[in-house]
């Protein structure tokens, strides 16, 4: 036929297309349709015949019932499948939607959308879904072999991703919604798997198998927002946050070390610091193990942090906030020892002695020996003073054991005191004269001095003594 006709009905026989039907085309029984591309049908073409039919030219709309009708003309508006199968050259289009109830569609070229309901669709070849852009399965199949540029949602059915398939969109799961990828993954896979719901944890899981994956079928349950295809063509998601951090402090310097426990897929981590749990923002650096040591710190001073997992996708949710406050040097051990000869250091192990002798050329000797070193700031010494009795009770002193005029007659005991505790003052450093002057000073130091109502103010340590006086001076800081 190469005029022009109002519409056809074929039965039974072939008919070869060449010229135009300006209304609807009947085929069924077993009768055979062949156009080329200069055969039109303004109107629907319903295929109902047993036989193959080949159709190269355009349809005002395309409803295929039985047979297999090969298409590789245009449909002006919408196209249907409910039996039969649908074979769609790669210069194909439909300009509205494709829907197939039943039967089998193999599509290429280009679709305005496509909508599963049940039946079989596969890609036959390179095919892109122009708008709105989504194929929707809600039953039936859809198996993806070659690239599919579309946003699919994927409601039922089953959805295979297999051989040289591809889907350059996003995919998205809904009611507990499984895609099965069978072969390698490709970088032109570069879509993005999320879910229909906003919330964190959602239905869903995806089931890998074949050539670029563990080779037996491996199911990953989605339990996050996002699934995406890296660059080298592998299957990744935001990972979870860093389980366990736990900070710790060396034995010397002002350092924090960081540990936290390893992130199924994490590439990398990133360790954040703050001044408190709710800012935790610095970023300290990018690191690919679990561990971290943040060293240059403050003394006495109170750090939070926070880390991350990243991989070439995204950056995870940070973990748990943890804290910690770095040690201070300063003064932390302070002890008073006699001895009867002025021979040797004294001062028990782990103690240095300071010089003086506090009872020097008298029949006892009495030295001071201290700590300075590493320490917790709740360990500090920061206070000094002598008493000529017990400390008073209740204000925080700590009596040092041996009096510092032992042995002496007719002079008062004296006892060294101090305070210990949590202090952004710490004692850094100890010194002292010795001198017959009662009015000795020290630059940049403090003279210990008495700690009470009737305690001796003048913090000698021979009082009264053959008129030498031996004095004991303090140094502090700020930390923290």
Not at 194 to 206: E, M, V
Not at 270 to 276: K, M
Not at 376 to 381: D, L, M, N, P, Y
Not at 396 to 407: E, H, R, V
Request: proline share 2%; net charge neutral; aromatic share 6%.
């Amino acid at each position: 036929i190469l005029g022009a006709t109002a519409q056809l009905v074929l039965s039974a026989g072939s008919i070869n297309l060449g010229g135009a039907v300006s209304g609807p085309a009947a085929v069924s029984g077993n009768a055979v349709l062949t156009s080329t591309a200069a055969g039109t049908i303004g109107g629907l073409l319903d295929y109902d015949s047993s036989a193959a039919s080949t159709v190269g030219g355009r349809a005002g709309s395309l409803s295929v019932k039985a047979g297999e009708l090969r298409f590789q003309g245009s449909v002006d508006s919408n196209a249907a499948v409910s039996g039969g199968t649908l074979v769609m050259d790669s210069a194909a289009s439909v300009e509205g939607s494709l829907g197939v109830s039943g039967g089998a569609a193999k599509i290429a070229g280009t679709l305005g959308a496509l909508a599963i309901q049940a039946g079989t669709v596969e890609t036959a070849a390179q095919t892109t879904i122009t708008a709105p852009s989504t194929a929707s399965l809600t039953g039936g199949s859809l198996a993806v072999k070659h690239k599919l540029t579309a946003q699919v949602n994927a409601e039922g059915g089953n959805f295979v991703i297999s051989g040289d398939g591809a889907v350059n969109g996003t995919i998205t799961l809904f009611n507990e919604k499984t895609v099965e990828v069978n072969g390698s993954l490709s970088a032109a896979n570069a879509g993005t798997i999320k879910f229909a719901n906003s919330g964190k944890y959602a239905y869903g899981a995806l089931c890998l198998t074949g050539s670029g994956t563990s080779g037996a079928k491996s199911k990953f349950t989605l339990d996050q927002n996002q699934w995406k295809i890296k660059s080298n063509g592998t299957l990744s998601r935001i990972p979870d946050a860093p389980a366990n951090l736990t900070l710790s402090v060396p034995e010397t310097g002002a350092v924090i070390n960081l540990s936290w426990g390893a992130v199924t897929g994490a590439e990398s981590y990133i360790v954040y610091q703050g001044t408190s749990s709710s800012n935790i923002a610095t970023n300290l650096g990018t690191l690919t193990g679990t561990t971290f040591t943040n060293s240059g710190l403050a003394e006495g001073k109170t750090y939070y942090y926070a880390v991350t997992a990243k991989t070439e996708i995204g950056e995870g949710s940070k973990s748990a906030s943890q804290n910690r406050m770095t040690k201070v040097n300063a003064l932390y051990g302070l002890t008073v020892e006699h001895n009867e000869k002025n021979s040797g250091t004294i001062v028990p192990d782990g103690y240095t002695q300071l010089g003086l002798d506090g009872n020097k050329g008298l029949t006892g000797y009495v030295r001071v020996g201290y700590k300075i070193g590493w320490c917790e700031r709740s360990a500090v010494i920061y206070n000094i003073a002598v008493s000529k009795d017990d400390p008073p009770s209740g204000k925080g002193w700590t009596k040092i054991g041996a009096d510092l005029n032992k042995y002496i007659v007719d002079t008062p005991c004296l006892y060294l005191c101090y305070k210990k505790g949590d202090s952004t003052t710490p004692i850094c450093e100890l010194n002292y004269n010795n001198d017959a002057s009662q009015n000795q000073t020290m630059s940049d130091f403090t003279r210990v001095g008495g700690v009470g109502d009737g305690n001796d103010g003048n913090g000698d340590f021979n009082q009264e003594s053959k008129g030498k006086y031996v004095y004991l001076y303090y140094k502090t800081k700020t930390v923290g």
